[in-house]
């Protein structure tokens, strides 16, 4: 039997981030789109930007600012399955809130380039 993509670890500039399970990634580069002109259909390619997203949990005696800044960094999600994705150019796209109740849940969105693929 092989074994298929269970666990996700994310490292934020050189700092492991410690995720839920359910970390979800759209790989960014370039795809086609559909072009119609008369009663025809044809294809251009436009480039995608990728999308990271992961729920952490806000630890106590760990800093808000660690998490969120508007600068640019390397981005790294290591899967269990030998593969890793790395945005040299990724940055954070949005400021998260933090839900109480649930363990102070944060979800982080990241936005970037195509990524290197590296396989172990």
Do not use: H
């Amino acid at each position: 039997m092989a074994q298929v993509l269970g666990v996700v670890d994310i490292v934020w500039r050189g700092r492991n981030i410690p995720v839920e399970k359910g970390a979800k990634a759209k790989i960014g580069g370039m795809q086609n789109v559909v072009v119609t002109y008369g009663r025809k259909a044809g294809r251009a390619e436009e480039f995608v930007a990728s999308e990271i997203e992961a729920v952490t949990a806000l630890e106590k005696g760990q800093r808000y600012g660690n998490l969120w800044d508007t600068g640019e960094g390397e981005l790294q999600a290591v899967c269990d399955t030998g593969q890793t994705f790395v945005w040299n150019d990724a940055f954070l796209t949005e400021r998260p809130d933090i839900t109480g109740g649930e363990g102070g849940k944060i979800t982080l969105k990241w936005g970037g380039g195509e990524p290197e693929e590296i396989l172990a």
